[in-house]
C-alpha cells in the first residue's frame, strides 16, 4: 500500500491555515476583522466564536500554521514580541521564582529580566548559555522556574546547545524557552531538541516585510506546569495545562494580535523558507568579504567556518541566517559608518526584504550600558534583505571608507 509522504515546510508554509474558502472558492481566507460574533443562542456559538478578544478566525489561521511549522502543540499570536514574552513569564512564573536568562539577549528582554519583573517579585540571574555546567550550577543553586536562551543571540550570534541546555533545565525541574526568531521556524525547531517553549517576534522573519508588529509562543504538545514543592502546580485554569494557562492569561489581559496582523504574519510564512535561503545566502557572502575587510576587527557570523558557533550551527540549523554584525575600531567609526550607507537603512529591527544597519550600544541594547554584558564599542549590526549582494557589498565599502575607518 503507498503511503502519503509528510509535506514538506515550505509545502506546509503555503498551505497549513489556508485551505480555499468554503463558500467563494478563495485560495486566500478573507481577512475577519469583526469585533463581535452573532450567537445561535445563548451559550451556543457559532463555530466556537463570540468575541475578537477570545479567538478570530483570520488568527486562529495564522496560529495553526506557526504551530505546525515549529512542530509545536499550540500557538498564541500577541500585538507585539514583548507583550508574549511578558504574557508568558507571567504564566510560567510567580513572585519569588528565579530565572536564569542568556546574558546576549534582545535588549527589551534584557529590561524584562533585569527591570520588569523583578519590581514584581522576580529574580533574575544573566548566565552565559555557552558555559553549560555554569548554567547548571545557576539552576540548581536558585531553584530556576525558567531557562531562557537566544540563539543565534542578538547582536553578537552566539549560538548555543539546545539540547544540552533543555537537558540542565529537565533535571532541575525548570523548562527551557528558546528565542527563535533570528534563525526563523525555518532554520530551526527547538522544540525538537527538547525547549519546552519557542518564542518570536513575528515583527521579523516571519512577518518579514517591515509592516507589522508581532509576537508569538509556541508550547510543546502536552506541556504541563512543572511541580511546585509540595505537589502539582495547576495554576488558574485547574489543569496546569501551559496552553490553556496562556489561553486564559491572553483573553483575561487583552493582549491579543490584531486579525490584520495576524493575516500579514500569516502571508509572510507563505515566502519564509525562500526568503530565509536568499537571507542566509547573501549574509554568509557579505561576513566573509568583511572578514577579510582592513578596517574590520571582528565579524560575528556563525556561517562562517572559523566562528566559534560554527559546528554546533551546522548540528541545529539548516543555514546560519540573516543577521550578521561586525566591529570596527571604536564607538566613533561605528556611528560613522550606521550613517553612511545609502542602500542599508539606519534602523532598528531585522527580517525584512531591505536591508538595515543599527549601532546596537545605543539603539537596541542602551539598558546595558554600564553592565558586565555591554557591548563591545565598536560593533554594528546588519540585517541583511533581499537585494542583490553585491550592491550591499559595495555599499558597506563605500561606508567604511566614508567613515574614516579604512586604512587607519
Not at 43 to 64: I, K, S, V
Not at 143 to 151: I, K, M, N, P, Q
Not at 198 to 217: F, M, P
Not at 389 to 400: G, H, R
Amino acid at each position: 500500500m503507498t503511503t502519503t509522504p509528510t509535506p514538506g515546510f515550505a509545502t506546509r508554509a503555503v498551505h497549513v491555515g489556508q485551505e480555499p474558502d468554503a463558500t467563494t472558492g478563495d485560495v486566500v481566507p478573507p481577512l475577519h476583522v469583526a469585533s463581535t460574533h452573532a450567537q445561535d443562542g445563548v451559550e451556543t456559538l457559532r463555530h466556537g466564536y463570540e468575541y475578537g478578544r477570545g479567538a478570530n478566525p483570520t488568527r486562529d489561521a495564522f496560529q495553526r500554521a506557526l504551530a505546525d511549522l515549529e512542530g509545536g502543540g499550540a500557538a498564541f499570536a500577541f500585538p507585539s514580541g514583548m507583550s508574549a514574552e511578558d504574557t508568558l513569564v507571567r504564566v510560567l512564573t510567580r513572585p519569588g521564582d528565579h530565572v536564569a536568562f542568556g546574558d546576549d539577549v534582545y535588549g527589551g528582554t534584557y529590561r524584562l529580566f533585569t527591570v520588569v519583573r523583578p519590581a514584581e517579585g522576580l529574580r533574575a540571574t544573566p548566565v552565559d548559555p555557552g558555559d553549560v555546567d555554569a548554567v547548571a550550577a545557576t539552576v540548581a543553586g536558585e531553584g530556576s522556574r525558567l531557562v531562557w536562551v537566544e540563539t543565534p543571540s542578538n547582536p553578537l550570534l552566539e549560538v548555543f546547545d539546545i539540547a544540552a541546555l533543555a537537558e540542565v533545565a529537565h533535571r532541575a525541574g525548570a523548562l527551557l524557552v528558546v528565542d527563535n526568531t533570528f534563525a526563523s521556524p525555518y532554520l530551526q525547531h527547538p522544540l525538537a531538541l527538547g525547549a519546552d517553549v519557542v518564542v518570536h517576534s513575528t515583527t521579523k522573519y516571519v512577518g518579514g516585510h517591515s509592516d507589522l508588529i508581532g509576537g508569538a509562543v509556541v508550547v510543546a504538545a502536552g506541556l504541563h506546569l512543572p511541580a511546585r514543592p509540595g505537589g502539582a502546580d495547576l495554576g488558574w485554569t485547574g489543569t496546569g495545562d501551559v496552553a490553556a494557562e496562556l489561553r486564559f492569561l491572553q483573553s483575561a489581559i487583552g493582549a491579543v494580535q490584531s486579525p490584520r496582523d495576524a493575516h500579514l504574519a500569516h502571508r509572510g510564512l507563505k515566502t519564509l523558507a525562500v526568503r530565509m535561503e536568499r537571507h542566509s545566502a547573501s549574509a554568509l557572502a557579505l561576513a566573509e568579504h568583511l572578514r577579510d575587510h582592513p578596517a574590520v576587527r571582528a565579524v560575528h557570523y556563525p556561517g562562517l567556518a572559523e566562528d566559534p558557533g560554527h559546528d554546533l550551527a551546522a548540528r541545529q540549523m539548516r543555514a546560519s541566517g540573516g543577521v550578521l554584525s561586525f566591529e570596527v575600531a571604536d564607538a566613533d567609526h561605528a556611528r560613522r559608518v550606521a550613517e553612511s550607507t545609502r542602500v542599508f537603512s539606519l534602523a532598528v529591527s531585522l527580517g525584512a526584504a531591505e536591508s538595515l544597519i543599527e549601532y546596537p550600544p545605543v539603539m537596541t541594547h542602551a539598558v546595558k550600558q554600564g553592565a558586565r554584558w555591554e557591548l563591545p564599542a565598536g560593533i554594528v549590526r546588519l540585517s541583511v534583505g533581499l537585494e542583490d549582494v553585491e550592491d550591499l557589498i559595495a555599499d558597506i565599502d563605500v561606508a567604511l571608507e566614508a567613515a574614516g575607518a579604512v586604512g587607519e
